[in-house]
């Protein structure tokens, strides 16, 4: 029999989730609820789900988790609900009986790691945490390059991410912009990257130094270049003159899911990312030292022309190099924040592509082949789909994550973020994130 699943946060993420039931996972999954304190954005999953050819489904408030899982008999719950909701949800349906698969990030801070890990002890129930990151081929590729111990025993880390002036920007206009919601990029976009790090060198970090701030979007800066009076949101007349807004009436899913449903709670989508009230950095530098004395050194920028990244790992035999990138340039006016598209972007000096070396000592470089991903997230969503509802099996690379490998992702933001406010190093386990770091 299949397991019985619900969806607990019906934005946009949920989507995903939804059809790889409907569509991939029929067999292994049934999807029997939906909960989200939106009426609207539960209307549009309610259409949704019958597109698919799926049957109407029991809708559910926040306040009725609880008795969603008691009525429905759910197995086990996928959280898409925003970061700073993750914990007390996550807590919640651990203690009423079921099972979670919650997206990334686990939480957003300290207190956040520490209510889950207590009812995950008190419940025994399971936390899978979505790292689909993991699941790309390429990033596979470095994992099975250094567990082969090609480059020998890890000493350091190099790791620079930018997000371009789509991806990057489109943080700066909803719910993220404000670190109570998502605890800052540190958290909600760097945890997919530290987890990566605490992966591949198999290693758990130690202690944490963290500088950055807002030094492009907001008011602030806007003001500072002379970007002059700024309309409040995106969604305006002759907005589409203007790179920088998003207007939501240009695609049928933001209309539906985000403007037409803002009437029912207020949120607004398309806040303009100059102006005030941004409170998360988008220049951010990390340096964390780990259990094997490894070192990372690692950047994100957030309004970058090119999106993509460059890792280094320096090992005692050699050095192995893994560039991405996943969009050249943007390169037209038509805003469109969803994750960048596998397209090749027509230019002689950058292209959209990859490419992974391995260089031993007192050798010549080799090129690793890495294998063909499709789909989103460089091929790792659909991987990822089958570990979540067929299970892992025998994986050599350990690309299922559990609630430790979540804490541990946080941990090196919760950390981050501690130092920017101190501007002083913290040694992770003063942060006593349930023991279980």
């Known amino acids: 029999?299949?397991?019985?699943?619900?969806?607990?946060?019906?934005?946009?993420?949920a989507r995903a989730y939804v059809r790889a039931i409907f569509q991939e996972h029929p067999e292994e999954a049934q999807l029997v609820a939906l909960l989200d304190p939106n009426q609207g954005r539960l209307a549009f999953h309610e259409r949704y789900v019958k597109e698919l050819g799926g049957p109407e489904l029991p809708q559910y408030g926040a306040d009725d988790l609880e008795q969603m899982i008691k009525e429905q008999s759910v197995d086990r719950v996928v959280v898409t609900s925003p970061d700073h909701t993750h914990a007390a949800v996550v807590s919640r349906i651990l203690r009423a009986g079921a099972d979670v698969i919650v997206e990334k990030p686990l939480t957003i801070d300290a207190d956040g790691t520490r209510q889950i890990v207590a009812a995950m002890n008190e419940s025994g129930k399971s936390v899978v945490v979505t790292f689909n990151y993991r699941y790309s081929p390429r990033n596979s590729a470095l994992r099975q390059v250094i567990a082969d111990g090609e480059i020998g025993t890890v000493t350091s880390v190099e790791f620079q991410w930018v997000l371009d002036t789509r991806h990057g920007a489109d943080y700066f206009r909803r719910w993220h912009r404000e670190k109570k919601n998502s605890g800052g990029l540190m958290v909600h976009k760097a945890s997919h990257h530290f987890d990566l790090v605490n992966w591949w060198i198999a290693?758990?970090?130690?202690?944490?130094?963290?500088?950055?701030?807002?030094f492009f979007y907001g008011s602030d800066n806007a003001a500072a270049r002379g970007l002059g009076q700024r309309p409040a949101r995106g969604t305006i007349e002759g907005s589409a003159n203007d790179p920088w807004l998003l207007d939501l009436r240009t695609d049928e899913i933001n209309r539906q899911l985000?403007?037409?449903?803002?009437?029912?709670?207020?949120?607004?989508?398309d806040q303009d990312v100059f102006g005030p009230g941004i409170t998360i950095e988008d220049n951010m530098a990390v340096v964390a030292e780990y259990a094997s004395g490894a070192r990372l050194s690692y950047s994100l920028n957030a309004h970058s022309p090119w999106e993509g990244y460059r890792v280094s790992v320096n090992g005692t035999e050699g050095r192995a190099e893994l560039e991405v990138i996943e969009r050249a340039a943007v390169i037209d006016d038509q805003i469109d924040p969803s994750y960048p598209s596998d397209r090749v972007i027509p230019g002689d000096v950058r292209s959209n592509g990859e490419r992974l070396v391995?260089?031993?000592?007192w050798a010549p470089a080799v090129e690793v082949e890495i294998p063909r991903g499709v789909g989103g997230h460089g091929g790792g969503d659909r991987l990822l789909y089958d570990d979540l509802f067929k299970g892992p099996g025998n994986d050599p690379l350990g690309r299922a994550a559990d609630v430790h490998d979540g804490v541990r992702a946080v941990a090196v933001g919760i950390a981050a973020n501690q130092s920017l406010a101190t501007g002083q190093p913290v040694v992770i386990a003063d942060l006593e994130?349930?023991?279980w770091v």
């Not at 985000?258 to 989508?269: A, I, V």
């Open 433 to 435: 994130l349930g023991g």
């Open 203 to 214: 290693s758990k970090p130690t202690k944490v130094y963290a500088s950055g701030g807002l």
């Open 258 to 269: 985000y403007l037409e449903s803002e009437q029912y709670d207020g949120y607004l989508r």
């Open 358 to 361: 391995l260089q031993k000592h």
């Open 1 to 13: 029999m299949p397991r019985r699943y619900a969806v607990a946060g019906t934005g946009s993420r």
